[in-house]
């Protein structure tokens, strides 16, 4: 998903607007969270970005949307842009830890 959402609207408040920005992000995530995932790979993994504008955008972790979202709410930003692309991933094994040798 790549899309620059207004956070201004004539009719509504801008507090309903975001709630309704946030409410879009995780039906997307949720979304492509639960389509079958391809051999080999353990879950899906998600490259974002977010700017004020698509030039402006950084790399965000997904657990740093909301933040986002609300910080941009806060500076009363007319807009934002939001990029989520799902990639297949594998989960890296865990390190062995020797617990005797300390």
Known sequence: MKKTFALTHPKK???RVVE???H???KYIRRERNKALPAGTDFWDFDCKFGHTEQE???IHVKEINKCIDEAEKL???SLYLEILAKPATRAPRPEFDF???
């Open 76 to 78: 009363e930003l007319p």
């Open 57 to 59: 955008a950084k790399v």
């Open 100 to 102: 005797d040798e300390e």
């Open 20 to 22: 309704t920005i946030k």
């Open 24 to 26: 879009d992000v995780k």
């Open 13 to 15: 408040a801008a507090a």
